[in-house]
């Protein structure tokens, strides 16, 4: 295998150009090659001046920077902090001032204005200036022509030509702003037409938006221009007469005098309904009706200028508008009703009262009448829309639009309970109906005696009775009656069966044994009864102040029982129950007993019996210890008896002691007689015969 070996130069070379690449670009980034500090914006010759005078802005840009080479900069001015809308824009690498001038200043130049420095990533922007140019130019008001005809145009110019920026003409006829136009050109040019006769005066204004601000210049020059009235008068008029009865033909001609030289357009109209007339006849021509009656309009118009003439035209009804009865006012099913058809008023001149044809509809089919009257039996068949008709001749006209509906006569009412009842406290019963016509009144029995009456008069209202009772039985004591149409509407339910809920009375508390006899080890009840109540009842069992329940069940019997299987004395102390149902408003306790767990019998003599041993014990101690102190052993006839103390003897009686012991010296007692030793000695002490002591000093 070949090495190729690179030549320490070149490889010298590269290492210096890596180092040298490197730290360059480290300088690059650690320091910028300058600094945008801050922008000034000066204003000249000050913030205040008068119109036409000169404006400098001037913006500086306090930038820091290596070397000799200044960095480039973009200058913008902006106006009313309009960053996007800029009014001038520079980029300079040679110098880090710009200005921006005004040669006349107008109030358009008026507004706070800004300048910023963009170089490359650096942003800075100036602190706002306030200008004011003071004065603005009183525009001027130019018309073609000072005397027009009615409807004639005139050209209207209105100029400021020393302003600049957008200017907002206004052009006013006197006090009235006949229009309103946004110029850029300093001037505004308007055709408009003079339509009312008499001297116009017209004048022009303008303002200038400078967003903070609006600046209002004075009224312009006041021209007069004479309008004069356009000759063309409309007329008019009605055949055969302006008043008129229905049935006849009237003719309306509608025409125009005048001297005119336009084409005139001619219309006709009644309100909002316009007529069609032509050019050649002008006229207008109908049969009419008293509909027709009202205040007519002939107008014409040139170069949109409009005059009217107007007529009132009077149409008396042949015969008035039929009136659509039904009696009685309210039916029920099963009544007999009849719908009528009158026509009260007649032109009497024209016609009689028999000569009016009546005719009565049901959904637009015709029922068989002949002096305009209808009778039926009312039932779901002949509910519906009723109309009728009055006609003479070729006139014919329609009544108003009734709808009948029959009413339901009530159903038999179903009586129920709402929610619970519970013995002694209030409930509700509610009456109701399945069918039958609004309004329903609802009469709430017991034993057929009235108590309560509800009138209900629409689906969402509710016949609801509140009740109490004292007794189970009395629920079935309730009736309810309803009717919607008098006594011969009244319908009765049935009796109201609800089961009634009776509330537990106070429990009763006792133990199986007796309190006084409850004995360790063995079984304890606790037995909660109660004289009355409905089930299921909820017993519930307490031990002293603990408000936590020992134990709880619920029955369906009027008694439950909490055993202790095996009874201590932890089990002793004050017990009680209660007892609940849907019924209770307030729970009441039991009588509250006293449990003392007494110690078991074999407990007791086992204790007695371990006690006597104990004393027996303690007294054959004692007395052991006693004689054992005080006595000594005798032997009579093999008896063992108490020692007691020699008396003083003769020293020829006494046996020799050691001298070093002392004199006072206590016998130990013997407890059974001991056989005569043959070793020992014999002390005769008169005619007794007396064992050697056996000294054993304490």
């Given at each position: 295998m070949r090495t190729i070996r690179c030549p320490r130069f070149l490889l010298r070379l590269f290492i210096l150009n890596f180092i040298t690449t490197c730290t360059r670009a480290q300088s690059e980034h650690l320091s910028?090659?300058?600094?945008?500090?801050?922008?000034?914006?000066?204003?000249?010759?000050?913030?205040?001046?008068?119109?036409?005078?000169?404006?400098?802005?001037?913006?500086?840009?306090?930038?820091?920077?290596?070397?000799?080479?200044?960095?480039?900069?973009?200058?913008?001015?902006?106006?009313?902090?309009?960053?996007?809308?800029?009014?001038?824009?520079?980029?300079?690498?040679?110098?880090?001032?710009?200005?921006?001038?005004?040669?006349?200043?107008?109030?358009?130049?008026?507004?706070?204005?800004?300048?910023?420095?963009?170089?490359?990533?650096?942003?800075?922007?100036?602190?706002?200036?306030?200008?004011?140019?003071?004065?603005?130019?009183?525009?001027?008001?130019?018309?073609?022509?000072?005397?027009?005809?009615?409807?004639?145009?005139?050209?209207?110019?209105?100029?400021?030509?020393?302003?600049?920026g957008v200017l907002t003409f206004v052009i006013r006829d006197g006090s009235n702003i006949i229009y309103q136009e946004a110029s850029y050109t300093a001037k505004m040019q308007k055709n408009h037409s003079l339509k009312s006769p008499g001297l116009s005066k017209l004048s022009c204004s303008y303002f200038i938006n400078l967003g903070s601000d609006i600046l209002y210049s004075n009224v312009s020059n006041v021209v007069s221009v004479v309008v004069n009235e356009l000759d063309l008068t409309p007329t008019i008029t009605v055949l055969p007469s302006t008043e008129v009865i229905e049935g006849d033909t009237v003719n309306i001609i509608c025409d125009v005098e005048g001297n005119y030289q336009s084409s005139p357009r001619l219309t006709l109209s009644k309100g909002s309904r316009l007529f069609q007339i032509s050019d050649r006849k002008k006229e207008y021509k109908a049969v009419v009706t008293a509909a027709d009656s009202g205040r007519y309009e002939c107008s014409v118009m040139v170069n949109n200028v409009e005059k009217t003439a107007n007529a009132n035209l009077t149409v008396k009804e042949l015969f008035s508008k039929p009136v659509l009865t039904l009696t009685p006012s309210e039916v029920f099913e099963r009544q007999q009703f009849t719908v009528t058809c009158t026509s009260s008023d007649f032109a009497s001149e024209r016609i009689g009262s028999h000569d009016v044809k009546y005719t009565i509809y049901r959904y637009n089919q015709a029922l068989s009448s002949t002096d305009g009257t209808y009778r039926d039996t009312a039932s779901t068949e002949t509910n519906g829309n009723y109309t009728c008709t009055a006609q003479v001749n070729d006139t014919i006209k329609w009544s108003h639009l009734m709808i009948f509906t029959a009413k339901v006569l009530v159903s038999r009412p179903n009586i129920t309970v709402l929610h619970d009842v519970i013995l002694g406290q209030l409930f509700q019963i509610e009456c109701y109906s399945d069918s039958?016509?609004?309004?329903?009144?609802?009469?709430?029995?017991?034993?057929?005696?009235?108590?309560?009456?509800?009138?209900?008069?629409?689906?969402?209202?509710?016949?609801?009775?509140?009740?109490?009772?004292?007794?189970?039985?009395?629920?079935?004591?309730?009736?309810?009656?309803?009717?919607?149409?008098?006594?011969?509407?009244?319908?009765?339910?049935?009796?109201?069966?609800?089961?009634?809920?009776?509330?537990?009375?106070?429990?009763?508390?006792?133990?199986?044994?007796?309190?006084?006899?409850?004995?360790?080890?063995?079984?304890?009840?606790?037995?909660?009864?109660?004289?009355?109540?409905?089930?299921?009842?909820?017993?519930?069992?307490?031990?002293?102040?603990?408000?936590?329940?020992?134990?709880?069940?619920?029955?369906?019997?009027?008694?439950?029982?909490?055993?202790?299987?095996?009874?201590?004395?932890?089990?002793?102390?004050?017990?009680?129950?209660?007892?609940?149902?849907?019924?209770?408003?307030?729970?009441?306790?039991?009588?509250?007993?006293?449990?003392?767990?007494?110690?078991?019998?074999?407990?007791?003599?086992?204790?007695?019996?371990?006690?006597?041993?104990v004393v027996t014990g303690l007294v054959l101690a004692f007395l052991l210890r006693h004689r054992a102190k005080r006595g000594k052993v005798s032997v009579s006839d093999g008896v063992g008896i108490w020692s007691k103390r020699p008396p003083a003897v003769d020293s020829s009686e006494v046996v020799d002691l050691d001298e070093h012991e002392e004199l006072n010296v206590e016998y130990t007692e013997v407890l059974h007689p001991q056989t005569a030793d043959p070793t020992q000695v014999p002390l005769r002490k008169g005619t007794d015969t007396v064992y050697s002591e056996v000294r054993n000093p304490l």
């Amino acid at each position: 295998m070949r090495t190729i070996r690179c030549p320490r130069f070149l490889l010298r070379l590269f290492i210096l150009n890596f180092i040298t690449t490197c730290t360059r670009a480290q300088s690059e980034h650690l320091s910028p090659e300058f600094i945008l500090r801050g922008v000034t914006l000066s204003v000249k010759p000050a913030n205040e001046l008068e119109r036409g005078s000169e404006l400098k802005l001037i913006c500086t840009a306090n930038v820091s920077y290596f070397g000799s080479n200044s960095p480039l900069l973009r200058f913008s001015f902006f106006k009313e902090f309009n960053k996007l809308n800029s009014v001038y824009i520079l980029q300079t690498n040679t110098s880090n001032q710009v200005e921006y001038n005004v040669t006349k200043a107008r109030a358009s130049h008026t507004g706070r204005y800004q300048c910023d420095v963009t170089a490359k990533d650096q942003y800075r922007d100036s602190s706002p200036q306030m200008i004011t140019v003071k004065g603005i130019q009183t525009p001027e008001l130019i018309v073609d022509k000072h005397a027009v005809t009615q409807g004639d145009e005139v050209s209207i110019t209105c100029s400021a030509k020393e302003e600049s920026g957008v200017l907002t003409f206004v052009i006013r006829d006197g006090s009235n702003i006949i229009y309103q136009e946004a110029s850029y050109t300093a001037k505004m040019q308007k055709n408009h037409s003079l339509k009312s006769p008499g001297l116009s005066k017209l004048s022009c204004s303008y303002f200038i938006n400078l967003g903070s601000d609006i600046l209002y210049s004075n009224v312009s020059n006041v021209v007069s221009v004479v309008v004069n009235e356009l000759d063309l008068t409309p007329t008019i008029t009605v055949l055969p007469s302006t008043e008129v009865i229905e049935g006849d033909t009237v003719n309306i001609i509608c025409d125009v005098e005048g001297n005119y030289q336009s084409s005139p357009r001619l219309t006709l109209s009644k309100g909002s309904r316009l007529f069609q007339i032509s050019d050649r006849k002008k006229e207008y021509k109908a049969v009419v009706t008293a509909a027709d009656s009202g205040r007519y309009e002939c107008s014409v118009m040139v170069n949109n200028v409009e005059k009217t003439a107007n007529a009132n035209l009077t149409v008396k009804e042949l015969f008035s508008k039929p009136v659509l009865t039904l009696t009685p006012s309210e039916v029920f099913e099963r009544q007999q009703f009849t719908v009528t058809c009158t026509s009260s008023d007649f032109a009497s001149e024209r016609i009689g009262s028999h000569d009016v044809k009546y005719t009565i509809y049901r959904y637009n089919q015709a029922l068989s009448s002949t002096d305009g009257t209808y009778r039926d039996t009312a039932s779901t068949e002949t509910n519906g829309n009723y109309t009728c008709t009055a006609q003479v001749n070729d006139t014919i006209k329609w009544s108003h639009l009734m709808i009948f509906t029959a009413k339901v006569l009530v159903s038999r009412p179903n009586i129920t309970v709402l929610h619970d009842v519970i013995l002694g406290q209030l409930f509700q019963i509610e009456c109701y109906s399945d069918s039958g016509s609004f309004p329903i009144t609802y009469t709430l029995k017991r034993n057929h005696s009235r108590l309560s009456i509800i009138t209900v008069s629409r689906p969402s209202q509710k016949a609801i009775f509140n009740i109490s009772i004292r007794f189970e039985k009395e629920i079935n004591e309730f009736t309810c009656e309803a009717q919607n149409n008098g006594n011969d509407s009244v319908q009765m339910s049935g009796a109201l069966s609800a089961q009634v809920i009776v509330p537990v009375e106070k429990p009763n508390l006792m133990t199986i044994p007796e309190a006084d006899n409850v004995v360790e080890a063995e079984e304890v009840k606790f037995v909660c009864s109660v004289r009355k109540g409905s089930l299921p009842i909820t017993f519930k069992w307490y031990h002293d102040d603990n408000h936590r329940p020992v134990h709880t069940v619920t029955e369906k019997k009027d008694h439950a029982t909490y055993s202790l299987p095996s009874a201590s004395s932890m089990h002793s102390g004050t017990y009680y129950c209660e007892a609940l149902n849907q019924g209770v408003e307030k729970v009441e306790k039991s009588n509250h007993i006293v449990v003392t767990v007494r110690m078991a019998n074999w407990k007791k003599g086992l204790i007695i019996g371990v006690c006597l041993l104990v004393v027996t014990g303690l007294v054959l101690a004692f007395l052991l210890r006693h004689r054992a102190k005080r006595g000594k052993v005798s032997v009579s006839d093999g008896v063992g008896i108490w020692s007691k103390r020699p008396p003083a003897v003769d020293s020829s009686e006494v046996v020799d002691l050691d001298e070093h012991e002392e004199l006072n010296v206590e016998y130990t007692e013997v407890l059974h007689p001991q056989t005569a030793d043959p070793t020992q000695v014999p002390l005769r002490k008169g005619t007794d015969t007396v064992y050697s002591e056996v000294r054993n000093p304490l």
